[in-house]
């Protein structure tokens, strides 16, 4: 079965265009390779001593998107119009708050104002307007879906709201609250649309806490996904994180 359109926030942004690009198993199983082979320093140039110095110095970001620039190369596409399947992908504008969608022309600066983590990477203009990562505005686009007329939306949700997050220093209670108000906005999203189109939530599944840093653990989540999302499928009773 192939999706007739696709959306995508942030990193989710770039898995979405992959897929609209190459919809088959054989464009699955790439994407797949891509990520498991990637390594921490191939995201996140310099590693911890970069990171530790910009964290202390003034600026908007710890690591440079040169790291992302590359990964969206290997998707070897650069125009919204080369893609197979239709697909919108959101950013957050720096100013108001406010989604902001892409859908023709470039693809390659939507996506990197798509993936960019505040405070991790940097803001990205595009035509005068600055702007971040789209999870902060919409970070599971079901409402989008809805807009664009679907009537079966199938959700592939990753936010980390059931993980078990150390709490010690005050960035740990910065991006908890953040995923937290993710998940409520997503919760509230979901009551909203489901009278308008039949809503398939694929499960979420309690892989305990894993850093955004650490791409170590990469190939283990995505087998854990798959596995899931298989049982799911076959209509097999699953233990999920609510």
Do not use: C
């Not at 893609?83 to 720096?94: R, Y």
């Not at 969608?101 to 990205?124: D, K, N, R, T």
């Not at 991006?175 to 937290?180: A, D, P, S």
């Not at 409520?184 to 398939?200: G, T, V």
């Amino acid at each position: 079965m192939v999706p007739e359109i696709v959306v995508g926030t942030s990193v989710g942004a770039i898995n979405a265009v992959s897929v609209a690009h190459d919809p088959s198993l054989e464009g699955i199983l790439r994407l797949r390779e891509m990520w498991s082979e990637m390594r921490n320093d191939d995201l996140f140039p310099g590693g911890r001593l970069v990171s530790a110095w910009h964290a202390l110095k003034r600026g908007s970001h710890v690591f440079s998107n040169t790291g992302l620039r590359r990964i969206i190369a290997k998707l070897e596409v650069t125009e919204f119009e080369e893609l197979s399947l239709p697909v919108h992908i959101v950013a957050t504008s720096l100013e108001t708050g406010g989604e902001a969608w892409f859908h023709s022309g470039s693809l390659v600066e939507p996506l990197l104002a798509s993936a960019a983590m505040p405070g991790i990477f940097p803001p990205v203009t595009i035509d005068g307007v600055s702007y971040i990562d789209g999870g902060i505005a919409n970070n599971v686009p079901v409402s989008k879906a809805v807009e664009l007329g679907a009537t079966k939306v199938y959700v592939l949700n990753v936010t980390g709201a059931t993980q078990k997050r150390p709490l010690s220093r005050p960035h740990d209670f910065v991006m908890h609250g953040l995923v937290l108000a993710r998940a409520q906005r997503y919760r509230l999203d979901i009551d909203r649309y489901r009278e308008q189109a039949e809503i398939i939530e694929f499960p979420r599944i309690d892989v305990g806490h894993v850093s955004f840093t650490n791409l170590s653990q990469t190939p283990r989540l995505i087998e854990a996904g798959l596995q899931t999302g298989l049982a799911f499928l076959r209509g097999e009773q699953l233990a999920v994180a609510e």
